[in-house]
């Protein structure tokens, strides 16, 4: 079984910054893809970043040049450094990991954290 935990949410001010975390545990093979999202309320589930096993990265226009996802794969784990934060960015984010389970043959699954709240203050 593989667990998908994030940490690092909180309330901060417009303009200031936070640096979420998500560890992926358990019997894990390999990972692959790993990606935050983020859902506002009332809103659908936003892909915000993502990371491949080689370090290639991708955001969402929004948060070009201010959010910065990295992985330490040693650890099996993701970051997502957040500056300059929006009011509207207010959201519970959702750590996501495409993982290969060890002995489970060779296919991989999608992984899920519960998800940190962040609240932006105005």
């Known amino acids: 079984q593989v667990q998908v935990v994030e940490s690092g949410g909180g309330l901060v001010q417009a303009g200031g910054s936070l640096r979420l975390s998500c560890a992926a545990s358990?019997?894990?093979?390999?990972?692959?893809?790993m990606s935050w999202y983020r859902q506002a309320p009332g809103k659908q589930r936003e892909l915000v970043a993502t990371?491949?096993?080689?370090?290639?990265?991708t955001y969402v226009d929004s948060v070009k040049g201010r959010f910065t996802i990295s992985r330490d794969n040693a650890k099996n784990t993701v970051y997502l450094q957040m500056n300059s934060l929006k009011p509207e960015e207010t959201a519970v984010y959702y750590c996501?990991?495409?993982?290969?389970?060890?002995?489970?043959?060779?296919?991989?699954?999608?992984?899920w954290g519960q998800g940190t709240q962040v609240t932006v203050s105005s």
């Open positions: 990371i491949s096993s080689g370090g290639t990265t």
């Open positions: 358990g019997s894990i093979f390999s990972i692959g893809t």
């Open positions: 996501y990991a495409l993982a290969k389970p060890s002995g489970r043959g060779t296919a991989y699954y999608n992984y």
